[in-house]
């Protein structure tokens, strides 16, 4: 959905009017590049912190200790001191070992970094909402650059987990310049603020006591914790390209907004759906969409990881392979390297790329972030990368599970596991 499909009035849009519908909001005049891991994006996105004039905001899941990571905090911390406004957030759980080291580099030159759901004790754990992690990588600089995509802050050659690797993992991200780089802000702020609140908010109180107007400074400040509430409609948009919407998972408005987008688009789909995600349990509805598009001849095919980070992660695709074979689903397993992209392409000028795997954790309870691209030129480009790894993955026709005890103990164990743990993280719908 475009700006012109939501209304026809020319009342100017509000800033946070984006975030209340539940499809894509397009915005046009905008530039997309994709970049393939962090040997491209790091180089890009430290350029752009070197040339920002106002304002950094970065949130990201992983923001490491290596060289790689250390080279964007030190143009972060160029900027603070030359009177940027930065702000950083991390999460908790993902950058957890490197926090220290991350205070270290960044907090004395003035950049304002906070932690979403610091673990420093293990009571922590018990905390609600505690599994429900920020998973986003997004930057935005001065307000109309921004970088949106599955890459963390950490050599591509370097796992926490694996140690170091000879191939980069495979992975991309997209930067834009335009009219949608106003959203990434905004969900970047929105996150800050929230994060930071639980640690600054006595002094947030102080202020609020001491200001003239008390009333009007508290509405002001608890409208920072969320996205603003949308204008009643949205003005007519311009059809130029490049067409981009930003959307997003949260736990409040946008609960479902990224898996919506990506199962429309495999709906509307004539000739082709390619999708690229390294951790894949999808949900019926999901799965149902893939099924049909197959049944109607669009060609459907799946790169999923074939160098496990995670055991159970790849255990959990393998148990599906046997349902998406028989319908024509073709499953290709990438081995060279990890895999960590997160992408998916419909017919020739409607791509995706984020933060978002096709798994419970993404779809219904992490945050996420991803762009929705309307563009040829990016769609080709995202389809040369993908065809290029197909050819250095193993295409599977047999499914590893296929009958007997064997593959009903797997289904059996990954719907318990994933019934489990969506319970815990406080989530009672069917999945």
Known sequence: MSPTDASDDDTPVHPGAWYVFSRPVFFGHNEVRLLRGGDELFPRLIEAIGHALHEVWLATYIF?????????????????????RVRVVVDGFG????????????????????????????WNWLQPGQMRRLHQKLCVV???????????LIDDRNDIHHGRSERPRLDFAAEVHGP??????????????????????????????????????????????????????????????????????DNMRQRRAIERSLIDAIRLAERRVDLVTPYFYPGHSFRRALIKAARRGVRVRLLLQGKLDYRIAGL????LYDELLVEGIEIYEYMPAFLHAKMAMADE????????????????????ANLVVRDEALTAAASREFELALTQSLHITVAPLRRGWAAMLGRGLVAWMAHWYLRLAGWNERY
């Open 64 to 84: 490491y200790d290596d060289s790689a990571a250390e080279a964007v905090a030190l143009a972060l911390a160029a900027a603070a001191r030359r009177g940027v």
């Open 95 to 122: 950058s957890h070992r490197s926090l220290p080291t991350l205070q270290r580099w960044l907090e004395p030159a003035g950049v304002h970094f906070t932690v979403f759901r610091p673990l420093e004790r293990w």
């Open 142 to 152: 001065d307000g109309q650059r921004a970088f949106v995509g599955g890459i963390n």
């Open 180 to 249: 949608a780089a106003m959203p990434v802000e905004q969900t970047v702020r929105a996150i800050w603020t929230r994060a930071a609140f639980g640690q600054d908010w006595r002094q947030e109180v102080l202020n609020l006591v001491r200001s003239a107007r008390p009333v009007r400074s508290a509405r002001q400040y608890l409208r920072q914790l969320r996205i603003l509430p949308p204008h009643p409609a949205l003005p007519p948009g311009d059809e130029a390209p490049v067409q981009v919407a930003f959307v997003v998972r």
């Open 316 to 319: 959990a695709a393998r148990v």
């Open 349 to 368: 000028d409607w791509i995706t790329v984020g933060s978002s795997n096709v798994d419970p954790l993404s779809l219904l309870l992490n945050l996420e």
